[in-house]
């Protein structure tokens, strides 16, 4: 979820969405004993360092815990916000899904536009894909451990869902083709993803939109002056960004996607808000990855909501129990697990 960046300036913006995000990070409370949680630096080709917090299940017995990963890329335009902004759900997949999750930062615009954001993202899932990395690190001694056999799921909401199926895609072309341009001088990711999870995404502009979808690429025009996102905010967005909308590097639908079928992810959940200006980006991709063969689809479009994700900020549509739930449901399906709905939902 990405506050509207029409007006304010980017030093303005940073700092609204940092006090509403501590609004909810005191709502959500310290680390349940149930869970564990540390902060680690995820190292970046360029000497940098991405602040990511780990979240993963507590476990008090003596036998190794094999577990999937669940990355999730917060959103804000590619400008705003932190990985405190998806600790909210990254607790509750560790809680009721026994995920180990991490929530990074990455790169930002403006100070590094395009197509540093989606690069950072693609180094930093490189880095976590080697399981050493965890294990050896803040699952040392714990008896969880990171086994890419049990799923590696990118998730991630607005432009954190750009970017997951950003890298999502840039992966599989890799596999395909192990000499591709795409991802030279860069870590390959070691083991494939094998579930993806895009709330809310950002995937296309009118110069890329394939022309037998304009017919059903109408949330644009219908939801224009939308209250969160609307289409002047976008317009400031894309003037901090200066994406190339014809890169893969900015979409996927800029790869062969028939070529990649067999190795993306195999399943991929989308979500989006009835009244959202991108609520078709997901409704159009989603189309065009059962049409490509690429990978099984769900949806959800939530009725009567703008642009707004499970996420900590402190909003009644993005902790709605129907948020929650089906964020849930779709989590579980892309793990092919199953949470206890006589659970208490986290925030």
């Known amino acids: 979820m990405a506050a509207s960046l029409a007006h304010p300036s980017v030093a303005e913006s940073r700092q609204f969405m940092q006090k509403w995000t501590e609004e909810g990070l005191t709502i959500l409370g310290p680390c349940p004993p149930h869970l564990k949680q540390d902060t680690i630096k995820v190292p970046l080709p360029d000497g940098t360092t991405s602040r990511s917090i780990v979240v993963w299940p507590a476990d008090t017995t003596n036998d190794t815990r094999k577990r999937p990963l669940v990355v999730v890329f917060h959103g804000g335009g590619w400008v705003i916000g932190g990985p405190e902004f998806v600790l909210s759900p990254a607790r509750g997949y560790a809680s009721l899904l026994g995920a180990i999750v991490v929530c990074p930062t990455y790169k ?3 100070e590094e536009p395009f ?5 950072s993202a693609y180094d930093i899932v490189a880095w976590l894909s080697h399981p050493e990395n965890l294990n050896e690190g803040p699952l040392r001694n714990t008896n969880i451990e990171f086994d890419p056999s049990q799923g590696i799921i990118l998730s991630g909401v607005s432009a954190g ?3 997951s199926a950003v890298v999502a895609g840039i992966s599989a072309a890799d596999a395909v083709d192990k000499s591709s341009k795409l991802t030279e001088g860069r870590a390959v990711i070691e083991h494939p993803v094998t579930g993806v999870f895009l709330s809310i995404p950002l995937l296309f502009h ?10 059903i690429w109408t949330s644009r025009v219908e939801h224009a002056d939308a209250p969160v996102v609307s289409a002047e905010a976008l317009e400031v967005t894309d003037s901090r960004l200066k994406p190339d909308y014809h890169s893969p590097w900015f979409s996927p639908i800029n790869l062969d996607l028939a070529k990649i079928a067999g190795h993306h992810a195999p399943r991929v959940y989308f979500q989006a808000g009835q009244r959202d200006i991108l609520r078709d980006d997901a409704v159009v991709y989603a189309k065009v990855l059962e049409e490509k063969g690429v990978a099984e689809t769900r949806i959800d479009i939530i009725q009567n909501i703008d642009h707004a994700g499970w996420c900590t900020i402190p909003h009644p549509d993005t902790h709605s129990d129907e948020m929650r739930i089906k964020s849930l449901d779709g989590m579980a399906w892309l793990l092919g697990k199953e949470w206890d709905k006589s659970s ?4």
Do not use: I
């Not at 197509?115 to 690069?119: I, K, Q, S, Y």
């Open 115 to 119: 197509p540093a954001p989606m690069h």
């Open 344 to 347: 208490e939902l986290p925030y």
């Open 161 to 163: 869902a750009n970017l």
């Open 206 to 215: 009118e110069s890329n939109l394939p022309a037998k979808y304009a017919s």
């Open 108 to 110: 930002y615009a403006p």
